[in-house]
């Protein structure tokens, strides 16, 4: 079983729609994670972090952590075609390093 | 400010022969990281050094892999000899550790060994 899993996708939304990501992993040592978006040809971008129960939002993304069922998303409302991407879920722990990342989601988002 | 820089960002070479890949990470980043990312096995990490030490080197295929960071700007990757299989793109990334996990990617390296 990887430690990170993603929702493999392809995941198609119209634009202006929302598009929910989703995450599971399986160490209960992972205190933070991550949401990476990585367009086709380039290097991966941070885009949200999250360490806390609950929801954080930054402008139209919204991501949410339940440490209980080890489950974290990506929301991201009014969808544009410039957030088709994949997007990389990641976890990790404060005490080392390294992160693991999912397989990563592709989102197209179409006119 | 500078992100991190990798060097070359496209090698052509041919099975058996010796790569080496760069990377300068950002100032002040007392984490490094070396990825591997291919379509099938998606974003791998090789190693990572924490104040230019090798900390954790599990994820380095074989013997042929090896890295170095000789100082706080400077590390490599080498593959020797190199196989077609290796084929891929490395990635390079930094952190501090004052917000620790929280890592910058280089632009990366496309390594084609025919």
């Known amino acids: 079983q990887k430690e990170v899993e993603q929702n493999s996708g ?10 929910s990501l989703n995450c599971t992993y399986s160490d209960r040592g992972s205190q933070s994670f991550f949401w990476y978006r990585q367009y086709s040809g380039k290097s ?13 939002e930054d402008g139209r993304f919204t991501a949410q952590l339940n440490k209980a069922s080890q489950y974290v998303s990506l929301l991201i409302r009014d969808s544009q075609p410039s957030d088709s ?15 693991t990342f999912g397989q990563g989601t592709i989102l197209t988002v179409h006119p | 400010d500078a992100g991190v820089i990798q060097s070359p960002r496209h ?28 379509m099938m096995r998606g974003l791998e990490l090789l ?6 030490v090798p900390i ?15 100082n706080a700007s400077f590390s490599t990757l080498k593959i020797q000899p190199s196989e077609p299989r290796d084929s891929a793109v490395y990635f ?18 496309r390594l084609t060994v025919t």
């Not at chain 1, 392809?10 to 598009?19: D, H, M």
């Not at chain 1, 879920?89 to 390294?98: I, L």
């Open chain 1, 10 to 19: 392809p995941l198609s939304v119209p634009e202006g729609a929302i598009a």
């Open chain 1, 44 to 56: 991966p971008e941070l885009i949200m972090f999250i360490y806390s129960n609950g929801d954080k």
């Open chain 1, 85 to 99: 991407a994949t997007y990389l879920c990641a976890g990790g722990s404060t005490s080392y390093g390294k992160l």
């Open chain 2, 11 to 38: 090698e052509v070479t041919e099975m058996g022969q010796e790569v080496t890949l760069r990377c300068k990470p950002i100032s002040g980043h007392d984490y490094l990281f070396w990825y591997r990312q291919t």
């Open chain 2, 47 to 52: 190693i990572y050094f924490n104040n230019n």
């Open chain 2, 56 to 70: 954790d080197d599990s994820g380095m295929p074989e013997d042929r892999f090896s890295a170095k960071m000789p």
């Open chain 2, 92 to 109: 390079c990334a930094s952190t501090f550790r004052g917000v620790v996990n929280e890592q910058y990617f280089g632009p990366g390296t």
